[in-house]
């Protein structure tokens, strides 16, 4: 295990760790104080909501998310994209995982997902634009990201550490609108306060979920730079080709220091000396530590420089 794998798995260890007890410290304390004796069977309570809730929606996610993205199912007979599963298939087999179910977007921007659940079976989907704008070596560094997702189970993962927050904030909104604690109408107010306070707080434990959501997707950087050949830098190439299918301006703004990423624009041509150049100057930043603060992915600069230490090590 090299050291940056071993950091990542620390880090999403004792983050994800952090917030559990953190939150089932806290959730237990605030109850235990209002409810006394009755606190563990209300924390079992919520828990069976908000947990049947997100496997609801973990169940039907990828229905939804097939509706919403117009995806298909992608065959090795399909004359048109039938290329695509044998590709999905080899970087599988690099993986040591059988192949997902593979699916073409329909959607004017550029990207690539993992999903699934235990109905709907594993799931790598591509948009068409990506489809078009990548090479194959590309599409693999990127197919290698997502498979990394299946891989390590990241989707039922984070939806285990995300119940933390939807347990607090739950459990606050019931108070605020509940209008009594224990039976003593007249602490309405009381009742409220503390409500509006659990769900400032399960804001803060998102964003703790949203940081440990950052760290998975590195891993899955990672993976892809560890399991494909080329990866790492084929990788970096993709993820510089993405941002400037979406904003072809992004390396003039670059040049300004102007950050500004524009996530709807339609997919163009990207050249290779802008490709060059941003990664260039991604490679050469230093990026202070709240520019990813509420994002679920690390920042683009971040994701280059240690896909660039791969490259060095295992070049």
């Not at 921007?109 to 078009?132: C, D, E, M, Q």
Request: glycine share 8%; net charge positive.
């Amino acid at each position: 295990m090299n050291l940056v794998s071993l950091k990542l798995k620390m880090g999403m260890l004792f983050l994800g760790l952090a917030v559990v007890l953190a939150g089932f410290a806290l959730v237990y304390g605030v109850l235990g104080y209002l409810y006394g004796s009755f606190t563990p069977y209300i924390v079992l309570g919520a828990l069976i909501f908000v947990g049947f809730l997100n496997i609801i929606q973990w169940l039907a996610g990828p229905y939804l998310i097939n509706a919403m993205y117009r995806a298909r199912e992608v065959n090795p007979d399909d004359p048109l994209y039938g290329w695509l599963v044998p590709l999905v298939d080899e970087v599988a087999l690099y993986n040591r995982i059988s192949r997902p179910k593979v699916y073409v977007a329909d959607v004017p921007f550029p990207n690539a997902f993992a999903y699934g659940s235990p109905i709907a079976g594993k799931r790598v989907a591509v948009t068409l634009p990506l489809l078009r704008s990548l090479s194959r070596e590309e599409l693999k560094a990127v197919l290698g990201h997502e498979l990394g997702h299946l891989r390590h189970r990241d989707v039922e993962i984070l939806m285990a550490i995300g119940l933390i927050p939807t347990l607090i904030y739950w459990i606050g909104y019931s108070l605020m609108w509940s209008g009594f604690l224990g039976g003593q109408r007249n602490n309405s107010l009381y009742a409220w306060a503390i409500g509006l306070g659990l769900l400032v707080v399960s804001f803060i434990f998102q964003l703790f979920v949203i940081a440990v959501n950052r760290l998975r997707e590195a891993y899955a950087d990672l993976n892809s730079a560890l399991t494909v050949p080329g990866g790492a830098e084929n990788l970096q190439r993709a993820l510089a080709k993405i941002t400037l299918m979406m904003d072809p301006n992004a390396v003039k703004k670059y040049r300004n220091k102007v950050m500004n990423m524009l996530f709807f624009s339609s997919p163009v041509e990207v050249p290779s000396q802008d490709v060059d150049e941003l990664i260039g100057y991604w490679k050469s930043i230093k990026v202070p530590w709240y520019a990813d603060l509420f994002s679920d992915h690390p920042h683009p600069a971040k994701r280059i420089q240690m896909l660039e230490r791969l490259k060095q090590v295992y070049s």
